[in-house]
Nanobody, 126 residues
Framework: VQLQASGGGLVQAGGSLRLSCAASGRTSSNRATVWVRQAPGKEREIVATINWSTTYYADSVKGRFTIYRDDAKNTVYLQMNNLKPGDTAVYYC??????????????????????WGQGTLVTVSS
């Protein structure tokens, strides 16, 4: 099942955006959902992961981003606050796992998740 990211846009530094990740078909609630981003000329990096109520955040977004799920809508969200120009990237979501601890999630790399759909572009202006 492919997950599709949406909700990107242009925002000024300090602003907020909420990204959505929706499944194109039936998904397993046991699997984790990850948000990764890829800035121009850089490799993909994991931003946040959620599996049931367990979450993991990259150090660069801790305290600013929140990942959460709405099972009734079969959607995972990434609330991004206090955005910085360094957050500018294409954001993707995908499934993987399951994982039981944040430490386990933190040891994963983007290649442990998939398949990847089209991402959504987030541009933060200074």
């Amino acid at each position: 099942v492919q997950l599709q990211a949406s909700g990107g846009g242009l925002v000024q530094a300090g602003g907020s955006l909420r990204l959505s990740c929706a499944a194109s078909g039936r998904t397993s609630s046991n699997r984790a959902t990850v948000w990764v981003r890829q800035a121009p000329g850089k490799e993909r990096e994991i931003v946040a992961t959620i599996n049931w109520s367990t979450t993991y955040y990259a150090d660069s977004v801790k305290g600013r981003f929140t990942i959460y799920r709405d099972d009734a809508k079969n959607t995972v969200y990434l609330q991004m606050n206090n955005l910085k120009p360094g957050d500018t990237a294409v954001y993707y979501c995908a499934a993987g796992g399951p994982f039981t601890t944040a430490q386990e999630m933190g040891a994963m790399s983007p290649s442990d998740f998939g398949p990847w759909g089209q991402g959504t572009l987030v541009t933060v202006s200074s």
